[in-house]
Nanobody
Framework: VQLQASGGGSVQAGGSLRLSCVAT????????MAWYRQAPGKERELVAR???????NQLDPVTGRFTISRDNAKNTVYLRMVSLIPEDTAVYYC???????????????WGQGTQVTVSS
């Protein structure tokens, strides 16, 4: 099982980006999916998460600017980011709780990270 993230880049403040992360490999179910970020010199923090049924929650500083969504048929989670500010600069990681086969516990998987840089 692998998670592949894409969509990062460099934008000016006020700009927008959409991150995507697709799960590939052999598995039977994906439960919660999430986006985390880690800025230089800081700890990794949860940005937003979404349950299999679509319930979401997110970090206060991104509320109203970031929207997490998922397409279960495509095994993909998205993070739409608008009104970006320099403080959003970080490496963004996708995360998913995935069950590889029935009878086994699910476990966490991480994507490789995608850089988002916002200049003022």
């Amino acid at each position: 099982v692998q998670l592949q993230a894409s969509g990062g880049g460099s934008v000016q403040a006020g700009g927008s980006l959409r991150l995507s992360c697709v799960a590939t490999g052999t598995f039977v179910s994906i439960y919660e999916m999430a986006w985390y970020r880690q800025a230089p010199g800081k700890e990794r923090e949860l940005v937003a998460r979404i349950g299999r049924g679509g319930s979401t929650n997110q970090l206060d500083p991104v509320t109203g600017r970031f929207t997490i969504s998922r397409d279960n048929a495509k095994n993909t989670v998205y993070l739409r980011m608008v009104s970006l500010i320099p403080e959003d600069t970080a490496v963004y990681y996708c995360n998913a709780d995935i069950r590889e086969r029935w009878g086994r516990s699910s476990r966490d998987y991480w994507g490789q990270g995608t850089q988002v840089t916002v200049s003022s």
